[in-house]
């Protein structure tokens, strides 16, 4: 049975950073694609992150371009989200996913079959 377990969120003031971990079992990472998805307050979960299961190929939201990297250590099971010059508008829970089915460049979260629980992350303005 696949589980992915999160880390990593918390409150952090605008122009400062987080990294997000996510640790899975039951699998072998190495076979799966990954991504990273942001819910805000009221709004639907959108893609931040994704990659390849070989990592090569990468999409980033325009959102977070140059601020956030996406990285995995598949001998520790574990992918992360490196956030920098975090804005108010980063505000949300973040899930951890992933699918071992094609990689698309869409970062669709109707792609991906096994999710975190979800971490919150609060910028305040």
């Known amino acids: 049975q696949v589980q992915l377990v999160g880390s990593g969120g918390g409150l952090v003031q605008p122009g400062g950073s987080l990294k997000l971990s996510c640790t899975a079992s039951?699998?072998?990472?190495?076979?799966?694609?990954i991504g990273w998805f942001h819910q805000g307050p009221g709004k639907e979960r959108e893609g931040v992150s994704c990659?390849?299961?070989?990592?090569?190929?990468?999409y980033y939201a325009d959102s977070v371009k140059g601020r956030f990297t996406i990285s995995r250590d598949n001998a520790k099971k574990t992918l992360y989200l490196q956030m920098n010059s975090l804005k108010a508008e980063d505000t949300g829970v973040y899930y951890c996913?992933?699918?071992?089915?094609?990689?698309?460049?869409?970062?669709?979260?109707?792609?991906?079959?096994?999710w975190g629980p979800g971490t919150q992350v609060t910028v305040p303005s």
């Open positions: 996913a992933v699918h071992d089915g094609d990689y698309s460049h869409y970062c669709s979260q109707w792609e991906f079959d096994n």
């Open positions: 990659s390849s299961s070989a990592g090569d190929s990468t």
């Open positions: 039951g699998l072998t990472l190495d076979d799966y694609n």
